[in-house]
């Protein structure tokens, strides 16, 4: 039986002595596609950090391709949500992408040529070589977005995780962010993207993980995302994707 590209067992976490996660148990298959989805408030970038060692568990053990998190760290590619970075700090785009490489390259090394021209393909295959140049803190939420993305392409990673990488962007952006990750998908690499527009999930995802403090279902995208499944998630709160929008035409007529 082939090793799970990622195995999470009896994971917890808290933030201020409250538990926001619980009882998570979780294996995820080679080259697949995941939307993390559940309501605010779920944990569902405390369920990343605490995968990725950036939140400490209170309980249970994460292993990558068989392997802890030090030992498989450089196979592993990670995209903050946008609004957790400095966007102040003083470097161009193509710098950003190029710390991507740190892991090939060495923190007391610099970067040679071979490594800005791959830094500099990233940026291009985002739509973002023109500004290769720009300080990140004149770009728009869209465009720090596709340069993030681009800094993890450049791993060359076999496992991604994304905290909301479409939130807050433009149409054109998400096409393209969401091109990128089918084609990393199509390749055999593994993506899980922490996701908030329920009426997208079926299109961009081949697997869904619904959480709420824990894991309510995880599996196949049109076997596990229902309407019974994501009222569980929701709490029974609310409408079916379209209910919603149909009840405010209704209401106007």
Not at 73 to 101: C, E, H, N
Not at 130 to 136: L, V
Not at 188 to 196: A, I, N, R, S
Not at 197 to 215: E, K, M, S, W
Request: charged share 25%; hydrophobic share 40%; no cysteine.
């Amino acid at each position: 039986m082939e090793t799970p590209i990622l195995q999470a067992e009896n994971l917890s976490a808290s933030y201020r002595k409250n538990t926001v996660l619980h009882d998570i148990n979780l294996e995820v298959e080679k080259g697949s596609l995941t939307g993390i989805v559940g309501p605010n408030g779920a944990g569902k970038s405390t369920l990343l950090k605490i995968i990725l060692d950036l939140h400490p568990a209170l309980t249970g053990s994460v292993k990558f391709f068989g392997l802890p998190f030090s030992k498989a760290k450089k196979r592993i590619g990670y995209v903050p949500q946008r609004g957790s970075v400095d966007w102040d700090f003083p470097t161009d785009a193509l710098d950003v992408v190029t710390m991507g490489l740190y892991g090939q390259i060495g923190w007391l090394k610099r970067p040679n040529r071979s490594h800005k021209e791959k830094a500099y393909d990233a940026l291009d295959k985002m739509g973002m070589a023109d500004f290769a140049n720009r300080q990140i803190s004149q770009l728009s939420g869209g465009q720090q977005q596709r340069v993030f993305l681009a800094r993890a392409l450049v791993q060359d990673a076999d496992l991604y995780f994304m905290d909301e990488p479409l939130a807050g962007v433009d149409a054109a952006t998400e096409h393209a962010i969401m091109t990128i990750l089918k084609e990393l998908n199509a390749v055999g690499k593994t993506v899980m993207v922490v996701h908030h527009d329920l009426q997208t999930v079926a299109n961009y995802f081949d697997h869904v993980l619904l959480l709420n403090r824990t894991i309510i279902q995880h599996g196949k995208t049109e076997q596990t995302f229902t309407r019974d499944n994501i009222a569980e998630t929701y709490g029974g709160n609310m409408r079916w994707m379209g209910e919603e929008r149909q009840h405010a035409v209704d209401s106007m007529e």
